[in-house]
């Protein structure tokens, strides 16, 4: 994007630090815009002097925000205006529980969209499975870019996983770990209901995580310290994201890795820790 003169991409506020540190890293200027509960504010993108915007529109990371049907067609209708590219990272959107899948934004605009999805959270991070869904007139550079840093996962996992999708095992296993964390979700809230009532949950409906939003006074860093000093491993928001604008403390749950019955005891832990 920096060979073709693009200058300032729009990130997500807050955003996974990785997002705004690989703009930068590209010679790109980051330009935080803020997301509430109806995802990106779409209407912030005009007057900034944009060449793409970088979001996570079905499950926001990391404040769970799923962007509107109306804002949706807003950004499409800013890119198609601007000319500008917009990336959407679709990290998690096979797991959603509450409500049907939602539909990608590239499926609505092939000719602006770059579709960016991951097998880290359906299968497993340390794979380093992605792919990637550009415009069309975007493939030729795409390719030529690629053959430089040859960035790619081994052609064993590659072919393994082809297979597997061939096969349906994907889809078998999707729907059998959906079940799972599902489960695991509806426990995590019920615990942070009886144990962390002060805590206002939000972005559960996908995903391998949710929102513990605190009250303001609350110390995020002390509370995720006496938690890990009880054998409790969080992230919060404003030591393991990036986050520009005011936003009041929020603990990171993630439920990819805990068993059903170890999450009542590891939230009792966790409420201990956060009565400091
Ligand atoms: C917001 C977001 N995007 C993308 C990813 C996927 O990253 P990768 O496929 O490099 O593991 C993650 C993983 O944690 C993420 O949190």
Redesign the pocket.
Known sequence: MRERGARRVAVEDPA?SAIPDTVTQAGLEPVAIPVDENGLQIHELEHNDLDAVVL?PAHQ?PTGAVLTPARRAELIAWARRRGALIVE?D?DAEYRYDREPIASLQGLAPDCVAYVG?G??TLA?GLRL?WLLVPSHLVGELGAQHAITRAMPSVLTQAAYASLLERGEIDRHLRRTRRRYHARRDILIDALERWLPEARVGGASAGLHLMAWLPDDADEGAISDAAISRGVAIHTLHRDCTVVGPRPPALLLGYGLIAEQAIPRAVCELAHAAAL
Do not use: F, I
Request: charge should be neutral.
């Open positions: 996974w996570s990371y990272d990290y991951s880290s959270k991070p992605g």
